[in-house]
């Protein structure tokens, strides 16, 4: 079980604000008034806002996904090491001749940097230019035997999510902080205060807990896809944000297709690691 159920997202803004994004979406949608979002979702304090609805939206647990995705992953011959951080790629003319782990030294066929925020230094290492950085993000988790909120729901930075088991998820920060992984007072005030302005009482609910993580974001927010030139064994799948559970199925299908072809996707070809960039 990795948690999958489809409670469908809100998305709120202010009634005078609507997103213009939405248009374009290739994905069912609902308006609600701000009348017809109070019948929705009765808790929600600020008669000005309303919605648009995403009945289709889905959730999974993201670490129980990445557990089973590994587990099977093994049953078919995949062999993962855990607790072995690359340290950095050796470089043979137009090939990636070795890997140095904390433990050994591999050398491979091919390599596919897929290490989030930490994939600009691993190219840096063999004179390569990735640009991407640690944008970090704190989350809660409260007990809440009943939610007040049916409906997943995000207003800015400010996130609500039920979750099995009597809790609610509430986030969330975006700090530009390096790779400082520490929860903070201050990360957990700014989730208390914004919640609580759209749910009264949030902040009065007991703790169960507080955690951090580090997402990788390039200059313009877009992630890395495809191979490195001029090296021809090495690819690249990193950058993805905020968004990285959501795409990682869909990245994965294109990326090791375009892998098998040699050759990018089409569908990729907007997110060449190549863009811009300089070796």
């Not at 129980?64 to 690359?86: D, F, K, M, S, Y």
């Not at 390569?128 to 930075?157: F, I, N, W």
């Not at 957990?188 to 993580?213: C, F, N």
């Not at 997402?215 to 064994?233: C, K």
Request: net charge positive; aromatic share 4%; hydrophobic share 40%.
């Amino acid at each position: 079980d990795v948690g999958y159920r489809k409670p469908g997202l809100l998305e709120l803004y202010e009634e005078s604000k609507p997103p213009t994004q939405i248009e374009q979406s290739r994905q069912r949608t609902e308006r609600l008034s701000p009348q017809e979002l109070r019948q929705h979702e009765p808790a929600l304090r600020d008669e000005r806002l309303a919605a648009v609805l995403y009945p289709d939206a889905a959730q999974v647990n993201a670490a129980r996904v990445t557990r089973q995705v590994a587990r099977v992953a093994e049953l078919t011959g995949v062999e993962i090491r855990v607790n072995e951080p690359v340290h950095r790629l050796v470089r043979d003319g137009e090939r990636i001749g070795a890997v140095h782990t904390g433990s050994t030294v591999y050398h491979p066929g091919l390599v596919v940097v897929t290490a989030g925020a930490w994939s600009g230094d691993l190219a840096s290492s063999v004179g390569l230019q990735l640009p991407t950085r640690p944008v970090k993000g704190q989350l809660l988790l409260a007990d809440c035997l009943v939610s007040p909120v049916r409906t997943p729901m995000h207003y800015g930075e400010a996130l609500l999510a039920p979750q099995a088991g009597g809790r609610l998820m509430l986030g969330v920060t975006i700090e530009e902080v390096g790779f400082d992984e520490r929860v903070t007072v201050a990360g957990v005030r700014a989730i208390l205060e914004r919640t609580a302005a759209l749910v009264p009482g949030l902040d009065e609910l007991p703790l169960y807990r507080a955690w951090s993580g580090l997402r990788p974001a390039t200059p313009d927010e877009r992630p890395y896809m495809g191979p490195l030139p001029p090296i021809r064994n090495l690819w690249v799948s990193t950058g993805h944000y905020r968004k990285g559970i959501l795409l990682a199925p869909h990245c994965a299908r294109l990326l090791a297709r375009s892998i098998l072809a040699d050759r990018l996707d089409d569908e990729l070809a907007p997110f060449k690691p190549t863009r811009g960039l300089r070796t």
